[in-house]
């Protein structure tokens, strides 16, 4: 059962399925150490493209401060952001962001020019892969217009997935975008989607905020791991961070359909930082073929959790 959907300076960590095995001999951290959750950060290959996915057809709003209208990112070289990704001072990079209904996270796109780069592209079971899970309250208006821009359907025929689970949200179907990430739009079920209001953190701009906004009630940030134990040793014990692990494995119907999968079972660890909403899945598979990610922190399809 997805707990997660039930629930209402920079520190990075890249591609954090892969980094969980370095945390092995390390001693358990206090609860507390991690002040705050931040963006979560995808390198893409085409900003344009991905500020067309995100806005046009989820109906995400751009970050902008004060009255500033909208803009195309400006690019240019970054020395901080070039010794914490590891390429070259004069490496020009662009980034935009976009809110989402918790405070203090959104999402954060960085494009990056004139420096070499690979890309990756994961699976949704493939340790590496992330997935951002929004709850919405219609889903037939995003899928419209996802039809009309050719967007990539992964879930099972194409169409929307109903809940094994009564109680939980009513369907659900997974959306790949420009670069291959996947996104989840999770639609909440009748009764309880007129009963919760969006947060005050996603109202938009005046005066530059679409009307879809609205219609997105939460998120959350679903990664796909290699191994749960090796997972907890870098998040539980190293970074701080409470998580609610699952026995054992367990066949989850609706999410392998939704995903495009047939037969798999997952095991869940979630994780949430004190203060915030926000809440991290972490998700190791099993019964279905998986594949290692490798990926350098600025490659065409990296993550970072800040």
């Known amino acids: 059962m997805r ?7 920079l ?7 892969l980094m969980a095995t370095a945390a092995a001999a390390a001693p358990a951290a206090p609860a507390g150490e991690v002040l705050a959750p931040g963006n979560f950060i995808h390198v893409v290959a085409h900003l344009e493209k991905t500020m067309a996915f995100y806005h046009d057809v989820l109906g995400l709003d751009q970050l902008t401060f004060g009255n500033a209208a909208p803009a195309p990112p400006k690019f240019a070289a970054n020395a901080p952001v070039a010794q914490l990704y590891d390429v070259p001072p004069d490496t020009s990079v662009g980034v935009t ?3 989402l209904p918790v405070m203090g996270v959104g999402l954060e796109f960085a494009e990056f020019r004139n420096v070499p780069q690979k890309s990756v592209h994961p699976r949704p079971q493939d340790p590496g892969a992330s997935c951002v899970v929004l709850t919405v309250r219609q889903l037939d208006p995003i899928l419209k217009r996802a039809h009309a821009a050719h967007v990539p359907i992964i879930s099972v025929g194409g169409v929307p997935v ?16 420009p670069d291959g990430y996947y996104v989840e739009l999770v639609e909440q079920a009748a009764a309880s989607a007129t009963a919760t209001a969006p ?17 997105i009630l939460q998120a959350a940030l679903m990664l796909s791991i290699a ?16 998580l609610q692990i699952d026995a054992s494995f367990a066949p989850d119907a609706s999410l392998s359909k939704a995903f ?6 997952v095991r869940h660890s979630v994780g949430s930082i004190s203060g915030s909403t926000f809440t991290y899945d972490f998700i190791e598979w099993k019964g279905v073929s998986r594949r290692a990610t490798h990926a ?5 399809g990296a993550g970072v959790v800040r």
């Open 11 to 17: 520190v990075a960590g890249a591609l954090p399925l």
């Open 162 to 177: 109903p809940a094994d689970d009564p109680t939980a949200a009513g369907r659900s179907v997974v959306l790949r975008d």
């Open 97 to 99: 962001v976009y809110r």
């Open 296 to 300: 350098a922190v600025h490659d065409r």
């Open 260 to 265: 495009g999968l047939r037969g798999g079972q």
């Open 3 to 9: 707990r997660f959907l039930k629930a209402g300076t």
């Open 199 to 215: 947060s005050a953190a996603a109202a938009p701009v005046p005066g530059h905020g679409s009307s879809s906004a609205a219609n």
């Open 227 to 242: 191994d749960t134990d090796g997972n907890a040793q870098f998040y539980r014990d190293l970074l701080g961070m409470p």
